[in-house]
């Protein structure tokens, strides 16, 4: 009988051994690899999306002091205006008031001029201007002082200068009609005679 002959097969397996056990080795570093740069990537993305969060809180947060800080001051200016208000309310009304006063007063002075004074019309007088006084006093209404103070533009208003060796210059001699301040504020100013130097006086002349 012939000998049987033995055939070998040789696979691509045989062939390459070692490129079939180096290939798997080298696949498997490279996932690695791009594994560990998108961490980096996906970590980085993850600061900057921090920061750009830590920036946005800290621009709201200056928006909220500063909306915080508007509406205090509102608040105080709107504080401000309603006292105001509440005080100056009625200052139209005190001003017109004022005439009433001021033909009070010329009446009680005729009164007391005269060679024969009406005691109950003089008294009567008083008791209306007391009246009146204690309204505006109650408003915070006061008369400005004017003689013998120094001429102030801000409360008085000049309405004659005349010659004075008694009293310097620019001093209030005597009033013409009353002035009056309501709280801090002027109602109305008091019209006056100012002393002037007699020298000044004539040169005016």
């Known amino acids: 009988m012939p000998e049987s002959k033995r055939i070998k097969i040789v696979t691509e397996a045989d062939e390459t051994p070692v490129a079939a056990d180096a290939a798997p080795a080298e696949a498997a570093e490279k996932p690695e690899e791009l594994l560990g740069a998108s961490a980096e990537e996906r970590l980085r993305e993850m600061e900057n999306r921090l920061a750009a969060k830590a920036k946005e809180c800290d621009e709201a947060n200056d928006k909220l002091l500063r909306v915080s800080a508007e509406f205090e001051n509102y608040r105080k200016r709107t504080a401000r205006e309603m006292e105001d208000f509440r005080k100056y309310a009625v200052q139209s009304l005190l001003k017109e008031m004022l005439s009433a006063v001021d033909h009070i007063e010329l009446a009680i002075q005729a009164a007391a001029s005269n060679s024969a004074p009406d005691k109950n ?10 009246e009146l006084l204690r309204i505006f006093e109650k408003f915070n209404v006061v008369p400005i002082a004017a003689v013998g103070t120094p001429f102030n533009p801000e409360f008085h208003e000049a309405m004659l200068r005349e010659e004075s060796v008694e009293f310097p210059e620019n ?13 801090s504020r002027l109602l109305r100013p008091a019209l006056v005679v100012v002393a002037a130097p007699r020298d000044a006086a004539r040169k005016s002349e």
Not at 121 to 130: I, Q, S, V, W
């Open 121 to 130: 019309l003089t008294e009567g007088l008083n008791l209306t201007l007391k």
């Open 171 to 183: 001093t209030v001699l005597r009033e013409m009609q009353k002035g009056y301040m309501i709280g």
